[in-house]
């Protein structure tokens, strides 16, 4: 049977309307340092790839379809595509958390550092990480499980006129939970050293109010801050990674 060529542009423009949404917030992809050209070519291209096997998916919806029906079709397979991006987006933001809570724990928060991943200044510690963790991103192949996962949400969330509103909602929260007690395990042993430091430093202080604790104590935050990241951030970084990938794989 012949497909008219008006159900086929469709139903890819309903394809790229989910890669696109999801894309657009996804780290790595939807950076604000990507130029916008490029962005729209990426999620374009990535459409143009997943549409031979998934066009028999979308196309029965797409098929003689009304511009009403048309309007929330676009409306569905965006928000599909926008929580599955948004999901991912919130691993990377509770690691940013967790490390602007790392640098203002062992002194380098009132540091501003140069705006790379995103335009707001962040503490070079977080920086660091957070680019980093963006890097392994693609470095260990976890793109293409981006893309394995955007064809397996076809069979998960498939097309449809509605959209599954509370379930999205309880999904997004526990994902919540689960990417900020990772990033909480991630960030424990500087929030130990942070708290417990600190309290030693104010117990000297109580005792010798003479001497100029905070300036004797700043040297040397930083410098057991900096030796216990250099020996910690690849472990936390691989625990990062290994929750990241866990996620997205379905595990």
Known sequence: MTVPPADLILAAFLIFCRIGACL??????????????????????????????????????????????????????????LKIGTIARLFYMALQTMTHAIANFIGFGGMPGAPVEDTESLPPVTTLVTMTATALLFITDLHWEVFR????????????????????????TDRIGEAFILSLRIASPFLIFGVVANLALGLINKLAQQIPIYFVSMPLMLGAGLFGLYFLVGEFLGLFHAGFAAWLTGR
């Open 24 to 81: 657009m917030v996804m780290p790595g992809f939807g950076s604000a340092r990507l130029p916008m050209k490029t962005r729209l070519f990426i999620a374009l291209g990535v459409t143009l790839a997943l549409t031979p096997p998934l066009v028999d998916i979308v196309l029965p919806l797409a098929a003689g379809a009304d511009p009403a029906r048309v309007v929330v079709l676009i409306v569905t397979e965006s928000l599909v595509g």
């Open 149 to 172: 996962g955007l064809v397996a949400s076809y069979t998960v969330m498939p097309p449809a006129l509605s959209y599954q509103t509370r379930l999205s909602l309880v999904e997004i």
